[in-house]
């Protein structure tokens, strides 16, 4: 794989090993209504993680505020030795230039077919000839295989396909931060089951920092090597994948199983009475369900990330749910 | 009050990033093209009728008080002084900035424009200077355009119709009219140019709430823009009467 990193403003030349993006203490609210409070995580460099939450708790908020899209109330955003949060317009434009992001839709240019919008960030920020321009992007096409779907129009396309054209436009430039908003929401379960494996071998092949911002618990649980779980306006708990697999804490629990018994309740979280009731019933939750393996490169390679199954669980005297990791 | 801060912040960045390199020179002539293609007719047509209705009123008036060697003057007066900008500002504000705030309105939505600020591009310099700049031109052009048609159709009205005299007509075209109402014509068109496209662009690049969103937006420009654009006129008109000196007074 060749790495071509022209960028006009003079970037650091590619390195590798990914950026880790530190977030600390993040707040984020629309007028009077708070989205999440205190958000503080840590993405390692080079690993991939997913934010989970129920709908309507403001993942794809997290995410633009992540890139600066969206300025935050408080706290601070660390990529590299740089605080995104109180950056300049035109360092924001510098900085974001490390981050890939692939958008629910796609967010393609309509006025411009699939080869010009790969092109597009290229033609931009490079001074490359148009000959090393379709050598790049026809790998990128290749890699996420659209080839032969060059001069279409976004339009004329299918909602899978143009999500896997956003994800090459994303990539294209090399980003060293990959992030990823509902990459599985109106995708077939086969088309996910491709798409999940891609950012696995993507990972493995560019060793980028990527975030997945899901509510697909299959997601979840297979291709993270990290997750995060928002709910009711806050970070419940974030940490390795195998760790939260494991907890016993009510919503993770509830959610990472996808449960109906637990805090979580259709609207938002159920109130005390709901909950007393639930108790006093004598529900029981259900036990864990094993842990499956995580996904795996395609070529079998490891990735540098990558770590033995049951290392965190041994680590931490942790014993998993029976038929774990077989 | 919030939202108007918010306008003039975005007026001042667009104004600034029309200095800075590199230009989109092809944006610029593709929207230059696009604005004219949608605008050129309609202010044809509405300019015609508006000459015609200043000849049709001043004609009869004119003539019981024995003065028709005048209504040239009169009618290139009206057109090229408030017809013209009006129609103009009427035109750009209906078809060019509502064809501009879908368009951004649009791309808002599908989150082209995010993915433009994280590829590194300020859509500000890339979609919004090229929409304005080419909305300036075209204002000012069409100024022309309607002043030239909306005296041609007075012209028409007068002499064809109303039995009026050519030589007459033409020869008293400088009886009243100056050179310098035909420049604030075109100063006050490129000004409404300017205030069309930035409200246009601004509402199109905040539009919220999916299509419907983008439906109000475009409605909320038109409208504004309508509101502005005549407030700016009254004031500019003021303005050139108090600095200017009138013929014959």
């Given at each position: 794989m060749k790495f071509f990193c022209n960028t006009t403003g003079g970037s650091?030349?590619?390195?590798?090993m990914g950026v880790e993006v530190r977030v600390n203490g993040l707040t984020k609210s629309f007028g009077q209504t708070?989205?999440?409070?205190?958000v503080s995580l840590t993405l390692p460099a080079g690993e991939i993680s997913v934010l989970l939450g129920p709908s309507g708790t403001g993942k794809s908020v997290f995410l633009k505020t992540l890139v600066g899209l969206l300025p935050p109330d408080r706290g601070e955003i660390w990529i590299e030795d740089r605080d995104l949060t109180k950056l300049k317009e035109r360092e924001l434009y510098e900085v974001r230039k490390l981050f890939g992001v692939l958008f629910q839709d796609g967010a393609?240019?309509?006025?411009?077919?699939i080869y010009d919008n790969v092109a597009f960030p290229l033609r931009e920020h490079t001074k490359l000839k148009e000959s090393q321009i379709k050598e790049i992007v026809s790998e990128k096409l290749d890699m996420v295989g659209?080839?032969?779907?060059?001069?279409?129009?976004?339009?004329?396309?299918s909602g899978g396909m143009r999500k896997r054209a956003g994800l090459a436009r994303a990539l294209v430039l090399n980003p060293q931060i990959v992030l990823f908003?509902?990459?599985?929401?109106?995708?077939?379960p086969v088309r996910t089951a491709y798409l999940n494996q891609l950012i696995v071998d993507l990972n493995q092949q560019l060793d980028a920092t990527i975030l997945i911002v899901t509510h697909d618990i299959n997601t979840a649980r297979t291709v993270p090597d990290n997750i995060g779980l928002i709910y009711h306006g806050h970070l419940a708990m974030f940490g390795p994948r195998e760790m939260l697999l494991s907890s016993e804490e009510p919503v993770v629990r509830q959610f990472l199983n996808a449960?109906?018994?637990?805090?979580?309740?259709?609207?938002e979280e159920k109130d005390a009475d709901e909950l007393a009731a639930e108790a006093a019933a004598g529900v029981d939750l259900p036990p864990l369900p094993a842990i499956p393996l995580q996904l795996r490169p395609s070529n079998g390679q490891p990735r540098r990330a990558e770590r033995a199954p049951g290392e965190w669980c041994r680590a931490n005297g942790i014993v998993p749910p029976w038929g774990s990791f077989q | 009050m919030r939202t108007v801060g918010e306008f003039l912040i975005f007026c001042g960045h667009a104004i600034r990033a029309c200095?800075?390199?590199?230009?989109q020179i092809r944006e610029f002539i593709d929207q230059a093209w696009f604005i004219s293609s949608v605008s050129i007719a309609p202010a044809a047509l509405v300019s015609i009728p508006f000459g015609a209705v200043i000849a049709l009123q001043l004609g009869s008036l004119v003539r019981q008080l024995g003065a028709q060697s005048f209504t040239g003057a009169a009618s290139v007066l009206a057109v090229v002084r408030e017809a013209g900008p009006i129609v103009t500002a009427l035109v750009i504000a209906g078809a060019g900035g509502s064809a501009i705030c879908a368009d951004l309105g649009a791309r808002k939505i599908r989150e082209e424009l995010d993915a433009m600020r994280v590829l590194g591009i300020d859509p500000i310099q890339r979609l919004v200077v090229p929409r304005v700049v080419a909305s300036m031109l075209v204002a000012v052009l069409l100024n022309g355009v309607v002043s030239v048609v909306g005296v041609a159709g007075g012209y028409f009205f007068n002499?064809?119709?109303?039995?009026?005299t050519p030589g007459a007509y033409l020869a008293s075209f400088q009886a009243l009219g100056q050179l310098p109402d035909l420049v604030s014509g075109e100063i006050k068109a490129m000004v409404f140019g300017l205030v069309a496209a930035l409200v246009a662009t601004y509402l199109g690049m905040n539009a919220k709430g999916g299509p419907k969103g983008v439906g109000d937006a475009v409605n909320q420009s038109v409208v504004i823009t309508f509101m502005l654009l005549f407030a700016l006129n009254f004031i500019m008109t003021a303005i050139y009467f108090q600095v200017i000196p009138q013929k014959g007074s």
């Open positions: 650091p030349d590619y390195t590798g708070p989205v999440w409070s205190e393609l240019f309509g006025s411009m077919n659209l080839i032969g779907a060059e001069t279409k129009l976004p339009g004329e396309i908003d509902e990459p599985d929401s109106g995708l077939d449960q109906r018994i637990g805090p979580i309740g259709m609207t | 200095f800075k390199r590199p230009w002499v064809v119709l109303q039995g009026g």
